[in-house]
């Protein structure tokens, strides 16, 4: 059986890994300065961070809509006997919905909630091409993936306050102190919504290290499979603190670096960096 694996650029997947999968992605919408961009085709997080360090307002993101997503599917639709989409999840934005009713329309279009965003959506969207190539029909793929979505494990440490503070996700208050006592907060994705589930204080690069063992080191023994670490514009040592956090505290078959797309960088800005893996 042949079938499309597909998403939504949300999943941030690097180019080298969507080819690898033979994966392709429709892009967010991202607004700038009134200006409508699409996610990673004319417009890339460097350009966002560029504009805000520049002193303009924060950009936005919007939802693909109803009607974008059915031209979508229907280029894969004749020529695949199946498409199956991993979205971002429905509690982050109303893409999975439109793109249900878009692939209404379709009798071999599948729709997957990945409840999760960037590469803990990235990891669905992988599992489903290795799942598709085993052979698996569509319907145990979506019902493999759907078990899987639960125990995929994504967090985010924030060196930076600013954006969230702008975008009226943080107080004044708390972003100042923040600044001040080096507070860096980390955010998982649970359920299906972000909820912060710790604070680190001090350096960045030392805050990185703490943050990755203590998600890490009680899993070692059983962990396997792949890891990715995701990360928006964060300093060469900072990066490298977190690939020997991974060596040391992990257990992983692969490690996969990628950088997070337009819709992370929107709303938690540079200085942000994280681990995603499947318990």
Not at 32 to 60: M, T
Not at 67 to 74: G, I, L, N, T, V
Not at 209 to 235: C, H, M, Q, S, W
């Amino acid at each position: 059986m042949k079938i499309k694996i597909t998403s939504d650029s949300t999943c941030d997947l690097s180019k080298e890994l969507l080819a690898r999968y033979d994966i392709d992605v429709i892009p967010l919408v991202v607004i700038k300065n009134g200006q409508v961009y699409q996610d990673g085709v004319n417009i890339q997080p460097a350009d966002i961070f560029r504009h805000v360090e520049q002193g303009g307002a924060l950009c936005s993101t919007s939802a693909v809509n109803v009607e974008d997503y059915r031209k979508y599917f229907a280029k894969f639709a004749n020529d695949y006997d199946a498409v199956i989409h991993i979205n971002l999840g429905s509690g982050f934005s109303t893409c999975c919905q439109n793109a249900a009713i878009a692939a209404s329309e379709f009798s071999n279009v599948h729709i997957v909630d990945s409840m999760s965003l960037s590469t803990g959506q990235g990891q669905l969207v992988i599992e489903a091409a290795l799942l598709a190539k085993d052979g698996l029909s569509p319907v145990e793929i979506c019902s493999r993936l759907n078990e899987i979505r639960g125990r995929v494990n994504i967090s985010f440490i924030l060196d930076r306050l600013e954006y969230m503070q702008k975008g009226g996700r943080c107080s004044s208050v708390v972003a100042l102190g923040g600044k001040l006592l080096k507070i860096k907060p980390c955010i998982a994705v649970k359920e299906g919504s972000l909820k912060m589930v710790d604070k680190y204080r001090g350096n960045f690069e030392k805050c990185i290290e703490k943050y990755i063992r203590d998600f890490l080191k009680e899993r070692k023994e059983n962990r396997a499979g792949r890891i990715f670490i995701t990360y928006t514009d964060v300093p060469p040592e900072v990066l490298q603190a977190a690939r020997d956090a991974v060596a040391k505290y992990g257990n992983f078959d692969e490690v996969l670096e990628t950088q997070a797309g337009c819709t992370v960088s929107c709303h938690c800005g540079p200085g942000t960096l994280g681990i995603i893996f499947i318990d």
